[in-house]
């Protein structure tokens, strides 16, 4: 008959047991390792990652050669999660590990690592399911690097200098800012903030500073509130906009396309904009800010979407098409 070899969950279930039973006295070694089926080298490892990941206190005695809880403990009584749960938090932990080399975050690398060997202990995801679950790719993020000292910066309320060249200019320009946030968008990093020249809020991508001109200073001027969650929830994207209004767009989904953009919306909505959902078509009510985020985002829907309104962005979407049409022609 084939040896059934405990888990390491299971071992650390048995450990936890026996240390309880016995109520704060040291249990041996040896009476451990039969317990739980381990050899001495790996008992310690149990002992050791216990400790690590669910904070046991588990004392050694040298007089007796046996491990005891220092104080009342039970392994059942961490988190207790699903089947179903373990495996969603597996999936965010995966992705979690994608941005795990971006300096803010090294910190959580230690914490990431604890949950990842957390969730496998207690989840033992057969080997070749990795063949049947796959995450999409997160590329590296250009312009990580200066997160840090930009953090820096904003916590210190300070302003910055740098060079920054934009895709279609040949050289460099100096500006002076003062950074109210960091956003991503679309796997690009960039500094929003207010600068100094133009007197306005304005958005840079990392990628396009020059790392070594960064420099903090400080500035007696003073700067307007700023709201970031207000600002970005009238458009897509990044760009800024200063008095640009927020306009009413009706767009018209395929029942198809509709069930995907019901799940994931590229734009909020509520329910009250819903004006109409059958069998023909799903027309829904937007309110927000047309740019070419927008041209994009509907443009890459090809004929699964058409707008309604405004005639404007009606405009907008078939230049769009009809440039790339061109292009094959």
Same mark, same amino acid.
């Given at each position: ?158 302003? $910055? ?5 934009? *895709?279609? &200019? +040949?050289?460099?320009? =100096?500006?002076?800012? #003062? /950074? %109210? ?67 009413? $767009? ?5 029942? *198809?396309? &509709? +069930?995907?953009?019901? =799940?994931?919306?590229? #734009? /909020? %909505? ?60």
């Amino acid at each position: 008959m084939k040896k059934i070899i405990p888990t390491q969950y299971e071992r650390f279930q048995k450990i936890n047991q026996r240390l309880q039973a016995w109520g704060g006295k040291p249990v041996s070694k040896l009476e451990l390792m039969n317990y739980c089926g381990a050899k001495e080298r790996t008992l310690k490892e149990d002992i050791a990652m216990m400790r690590e990941l669910y904070q046991a206190p588990i004392k050694y005695d040298y007089k007796i050669k046996g491990f005891y809880y220092s104080q009342p403990f039970d392994l059942e009584m961490r988190v207790h999660l699903t089947k179903s749960e373990l495996a969603a938090l597996d999936a965010a932990v995966q992705t979690l590990r994608q941005f795990s080399h971006l300096e803010p975050f090294k910190e959580l690398n230690s914490a990431v690592t604890k949950l990842d060997q957390a969730v496998k202990y207690r989840f033992q995801r057969p080997k070749e399911e990795n063949n049947y679950l796959q995450f999409e790719y997160v590329p590296v993020i250009p312009g990580g690097e200066l997160i840090a000292p930009l953090l820096d910066v904003m916590r210190g309320r300070q302003w $910055v200098t740098f060079k920054h060249r934009k *895709f279609e &200019a +040949n050289v460099s320009n =100096t500006y002076h800012l #003062f /950074p %109210y946030l960091i956003k991503e968008h679309r796997n690009r990093w960039y500094v929003v903030g207010w600068e100094k020249t133009r007197q306005h809020i304005r958005a840079f991508g990392l990628e396009r500073i020059e790392e070594s001109s960064l420099t903090a200073f400080e500035n007696a001027d003073e700067v307007p509130v700023f709201d970031s969650k207000a600002y970005f929830e009238k458009a897509l994207g990044i760009a800024i906009y200063d008095q640009e209004p927020v306009e009413e $767009v009706i767009l018209s989904f395929t029942p *198809f396309q &509709a +069930n995907y953009f019901k =799940t994931q919306p590229f #734009f /909020p %909505y509520h329910p009250e904009n819903v004006i109409c959902d059958n069998s023909i078509e799903f027309r829904v009510k937007l309110h927000l800010i047309i740019n070419k985020e927008i041209v994009y985002e509907l443009a890459r829907l090809g004929a699964e979407v058409r707008v309604v309104s405004p005639a404007k962005l009606i405009q907008q979407v078939c230049q769009y098409h009809q440039a790339a049409l061109e292009r094959y022609q």
